[in-house]
T-cell receptor, first 116, second 112 residues
């Protein structure tokens, strides 16, 4: 079974609108972390946001927020007020276990295109 | 500024040749990782290291090796390159007291 599932290969959003990128995960470990990375066309991987499994509040970083629904095992990324520069591939990833064993498992990504 | 670099950024090689991709970080991070990125697969873990002299196999380690002789470097070696190893390779590091991994710019490897 896939540990990280991103069901949207591609998404379109108009500039200034909000968009939600879906991510579901599968783990039996009570301690885990969830990440979102952005990969623009230039190719680098840019860390956006992190949510720990024990965090009570949803993580936010500027225009990015993580809609964490533990019971549904979902960790959707919400981008508010989309900008043209948000056009990129977005990857959801998970770290299982506690401590320094920070191996990440990635989803297959969602390509977001922001239009005028 | 502290950073993580990879070299070369682009490499073309022939089947059967040995290839080494370099990864160097100046953050003094204990943990370092190598991933490959292929269409339809996202990023997959090849090898990782939690410190000097420590190396571990990841999900897709066959045909690859790493060594960690110092904190800053984790070179990835393809012992006998195969066309299936054509990919983009990313190195990443993290300090070990937080989860976030920071990625290098990537190396695009083509095996003909």
């Amino acid at each position: 079974a896939q540990k990280i599932t991103q069901t949207q290969p591609g998404m379109f959003v108009q500039e200034k609108e909000a968009v939600t990128l879906d991510c579901t995960y599968d783990t039996s470990d009570p301690s885990y972390g969830l990440f979102w990375y952005k990969q623009p066309s230039s190719g680098e991987m840019i860390f956006l946001i992190y949510q720990g499994s024990y965090d009570q509040q949803n993580a936010t970083e500027g225009r990015y927020s993580l809609n964490f629904q533990k019971a549904r095992k979902s960790a959707n990324l919400v981008i508010s007020a989309s900008q043209l520069g948000d056009s990129a591939m977005y990857f959801c990833a998970m770290r299982e276990g506690y401590g320094t064993a920070s191996k990440l498992t990635f989803g297959t990504g969602t390509r977001l295109q922001v239009t005028l | 500024d502290a950073e993580i670099t990879q070299s070369p950024r682009h490499k073309i090689t022939e089947t059967g040749r040995q290839v080494t991709l370099a990864c160097h970080q100046t953050w003094n991070h204990n943990n370092m990782f190598w991933y490959r990125q292929d269409l339809g697969h996202g990023l997959r873990l090849i090898h990782y290291s939690y410190g000097v002299q420590d190396t571990n196999k990841g999900e897709v380690s066959d045909g690859y090796s790493v060594s960690r002789s110092n904190t800053e470097d984790l070179p990835l070696t393809l012992e006998s390159a195969a066309s299936s190893q054509t990919s983009v390779y990313f190195c990443a590091s993290n300090p070990g007291d937080t989860d976030t991994q920071y990625f290098g710019p990537g190396t695009r490897l083509t095996v003909l």
